[in-house]
């Protein structure tokens, strides 16, 4: 019997290796140049033959018998052909190389107690000395926060647990602390506080850490923790209906306080007959008789309007043999003449002495009551303007889940009526070393489809897909298949009766998709897919790809 040779230390193969020898048009192309094997030649049936298969079909158990468990030297070595990768696979692995969810990044100062605050409300506490470091140089603390299923995708992070559960997410974190590119240690004594924003009512959830050199999730301690008001059915808090009567109450508040301050009039000298010091003025004899309304005005002063018309200012060192004080349509003016000129020009009565001094007291007071109704007024406005964008964010808040239709996650309509506040949740928890820290729910994977697929970018030659992403749009989760993960290509399938995304990423690195997703996008075992142009390979884009948002299948 032919003796079997076994290499026990073969030379080893990475990851990048083996996907350089993974080339499927190769392959179909090398199998179109064999020649006919010799058991497609007319002469082989006969009983040559016949006695030829039947030897190689008893040859072929024995091998299977065989190979299945090869035992040397009391050392037994199993065969199996799992899809599994080398150990060098990194657990954090983006898909797309030219796609990034970029990380935030804060300088620390580690001889102090440091708190970062994100936009979502997430709080980061480095006790003083936490941070082991060696050097004056400042500590890099870089943060990703990961709230919806493609920033994770985008990312790399896996999101299955096991072998057969995948994980919807209530919240998700990764931090990193580094040093001229060096990771630092977090002090076991000093470890770093996380108080951290949920998407999600925690109930049925549990906390875990990705552990990156087993590339797995495990269990963590935690504590969730109720925090401030958010959006809930049948509650005692403000409905959508009281809502948006108080939105409308605080408009109207605002326009009356708006009509106020445009029809405040500022007090100015003219109304309080005082005169103007950049404006020229001068004593006119007048006819009381003649001009009675102007009798408690004696010893007064005449001023110029300058305002109205450009004159000539050097009328006052002319010599005139008369000056006379006209009346024209309540206007006065003062006419001067000479046997040479005349000279007409706007004037008003101004007072001086006594009864100039009272006038400007009144005007004083009168001053100091327009600036103080104007500052309470104005105050008035920028509160009332405060109050109606928080009230104008509930409201757009409520409007949203109405359109979206769904409450707390459940699949049902809602009245607007019916909606109000409910509580929001933080989860709370301490960490000594970096990484990946997750609120999830574990969700089981959807059977394989039972067709072979062919997949096609429309109506092109068939395309190898080395990679495929379910977006479960109900279980709030994805599904992954192909070289990254234990499931294969082969595994792909999903749950018909949700609504699903399929993102694929062929040999060449393109990017494919299909939307709406279900067994039934199979045609004669062929599927259809829509080729994604590389410049579109934008989160925004991809992310209303997982919404369903503006872009048709």
């Given at each position: 019997m032919?003796?079997l040779?076994i290499?026990?230390?073969?030379?080893?193969?990475?990851?990048?290796?083996?996907?350089?020898?993974?080339n499927?048009?190769?392959?179909?192309?090398?199998s179109?140049?064999?020649?006919?094997?010799?058991w497609?030649?007319?002469?082989?049936?006969?009983?040559?033959?016949?006695?030829?298969?039947?030897?190689?079909?008893?040859?072929g158990?024995?091998?299977?018998?065989?190979?299945?468990?090869?035992?040397?030297?009391?050392?037994?070595?199993?065969l199996?052909n799992?899809?599994?990768?080398?150990?060098?696979?990194k657990?954090?692995?983006?898909?797309l190389?030219?796609?990034?969810y970029?990380?935030q990044?804060?300088?620390?100062?580690?001889?102090?107690?440091?708190?970062?605050k994100?936009?979502?409300?997430?709080?980061?506490?480095?006790?003083?000395?936490?941070?082991?470091?060696?050097?004056?140089?400042?500590?890099?603390?870089?943060?990703?926060e990961?709230?919806t299923?493609?920033?994770?995708?985008?990312?790399?992070?896996?999101?299955?647990?096991k072998e057969?559960?995948?994980?919807?997410?209530?919240?998700?974190?990764?931090?990193?602390?580094?040093?001229?590119?060096?990771?630092?240690?977090?002090?076991?004594?000093?470890?770093?506080?996380?108080?951290?924003?949920?998407?999600?009512n925690?109930?049925?959830?549990?906390?875990?850490?990705l552990?990156?050199?087993?590339?797995?999730w495990?269990?963590?301690?935690s504590k969730?923790?109720?925090?401030?008001?958010?959006?809930v059915?049948?509650?005692e808090?403000?409905t959508?209906?009281?809502?948006e009567?108080?939105?409308n109450?605080?408009?109207?508040?605002?326009?009356?306080?708006n009509?106020k301050?445009?029809?405040?009039v500022e007090p100015?000298?003219i109304?309080?007959?005082?005169?103007?010091k950049?404006?020229?003025?001068?004593d006119?004899?007048?006819n009381t008789?003649?001009?009675?309304?102007?009798?408690?005005?004696?010893g007064?002063?005449?001023e110029?309007?300058s305002?109205?018309?450009?004159y000539?200012?050097?009328?006052?060192?002319?010599?005139w043999?008369?000056?006379e004080?006209?009346k024209?349509?309540?206007?006065?003016f003062?006419?001067?003449s000479?046997?040479?000129?005349?000279f007409?020009?706007?004037?008003?009565?101004?007072?001086n002495?006594?009864?100039?001094?009272l006038?400007e007291?009144?005007?004083s007071?009168s001053?100091?009551?327009?600036?103080k109704?104007?500052?309470?007024?104005?105050?008035?406005?920028?509160?009332?303007?405060?109050?109606?964008?928080?009230?104008?964010?509930k409201?757009?808040?409520?409007?949203?889940v109405?359109d979206?239709g769904?409450m707390?996650?459940?699949?049902?309509?809602?009245n607007s009526?019916?909606?109000?506040v409910?509580?929001n949740?933080?989860?709370?928890?301490?960490?000594?070393?970096?990484?990946v820290?997750?609120?999830?729910?574990?969700?089981?994977?959807?059977?394989?489809?039972d067709?072979?697929?062919?997949f096609?970018?429309?109506?092109?030659n068939?395309?190898e897909?080395?990679?495929?992403?379910?977006?479960d749009?109900?279980?709030d989760?994805r599904?992954?298949?192909?070289a990254?993960?234990?499931?294969?290509?082969?595994d792909?399938?999903?749950?018909?009766?949700h609504?699903?995304?399929?993102?694929?990423?062929?040999?060449e690195g393109?990017?494919?998709y299909?939307?709406?997703?279900?067994?039934?996008?199979?045609?004669?075992?062929?599927?259809k897919?829509?080729?994604?142009d590389k410049?579109?390979?934008?989160?925004?884009?991809?992310?209303k790809l997982?919404?369903?948002?503006s872009?048709?299948s």
């Amino acid at each position: 019997m032919k003796k079997l040779k076994i290499n026990l230390d073969r030379p080893y193969l990475n990851s990048e290796k083996i996907e350089s020898k993974q080339n499927f048009n190769e392959v179909l192309n090398g199998s179109e140049k064999l020649k006919k094997p010799i058991w497609k030649k007319p002469w082989f049936y006969g009983p040559i033959g016949v006695a030829s298969i039947l030897f190689l079909i008893t040859i072929g158990v024995d091998k299977e018998i065989s190979n299945s468990n090869i035992n040397l030297n009391d050392k037994t070595i199993t065969l199996n052909n799992q899809n599994t990768l080398p150990e060098d696979t990194k657990c954090i692995h983006k898909p797309l190389e030219n796609l990034e969810y970029k990380f935030q990044t804060f300088s620390i100062n580690t001889e102090l107690k440091q708190i970062i605050k994100l936009s979502s409300g997430t709080e980061i506490t480095i006790p003083q000395g936490s941070l082991n470091s060696n050097s004056s140089e400042k500590i890099e603390i870089k943060i990703r926060e990961f709230e919806t299923k493609i920033e994770s995708f985008i990312a790399g992070i896996p999101m299955d647990y096991k072998e057969n559960f995948s994980f919807e997410s209530a919240g998700m974190i990764e931090i990193r602390g580094t040093r001229d590119g060096e990771e630092v240690v977090i002090s076991p004594s000093k470890p770093l506080k996380i108080s951290m924003v949920l998407s999600k009512n925690p109930r049925n959830f549990y906390f875990w850490k990705l552990d990156e050199s087993k590339k797995e999730w495990s269990n963590y301690p935690s504590k969730f923790k109720k925090v401030e008001a958010h959006l809930v059915e049948n509650s005692e808090l403000p409905t959508y209906t009281k809502i948006e009567k108080q939105l409308n109450g605080t408009q109207n508040l605002l326009k009356e306080n708006n009509r106020k301050i445009q029809e405040l009039v500022e007090p100015n000298l003219i109304s309080y007959n005082l005169p103007v010091k950049e404006n020229q003025h001068f004593d006119l004899d007048f006819n009381t008789k003649e001009f009675p309304e102007l009798e408690r005005f004696k010893g007064m002063e005449f001023e110029v309007i300058s305002d109205k018309v450009a004159y000539d200012k050097s009328f006052t060192k002319k010599t005139w043999s008369s000056v006379e004080l006209i009346k024209e349509n309540d206007n006065y003016f003062a006419v001067f003449s000479s046997k040479e000129d005349k000279f007409k020009i706007a004037v008003r009565p101004v007072l001086n002495g006594k009864g100039k001094d009272l006038a400007e007291l009144e005007f004083s007071k009168s001053y100091e009551f327009y600036n103080k109704t104007k500052n309470e007024l104005e105050n008035e406005l920028k509160s009332l303007t405060i109050k109606l964008n928080l009230q104008q964010l509930k409201y757009n808040e409520i409007l949203k889940v109405i359109d979206q239709g769904y409450m707390n996650g459940v699949d049902n309509k809602i009245n607007s009526s019916q909606i109000s506040v409910k509580e929001n949740f933080k989860v709370e928890f301490t960490i000594s070393t970096f990484g990946v820290y997750n609120c999830d729910k574990q969700i089981s994977y959807p059977r394989p489809i039972d067709n072979e697929i062919i997949f096609r970018y429309n109506n092109l030659n068939p395309v190898e897909i080395i990679r495929a992403f379910v977006f479960d749009e109900k279980n709030d989760t994805r599904y992954s298949f192909g070289a990254i993960k234990s499931h294969r290509i082969s595994d792909l399938g999903c749950f018909d009766e949700h609504v699903n995304t399929l993102l694929v990423i062929d040999r060449e690195g393109r990017l494919g998709y299909v939307l709406n997703f279900n067994s039934s996008k199979i045609n004669n075992g062929i599927l259809k897919i829509n080729l994604l142009d590389k410049k579109d390979q934008k989160l925004e884009i991809l992310a209303k790809l997982i919404q369903k948002t503006s872009i048709e299948s």
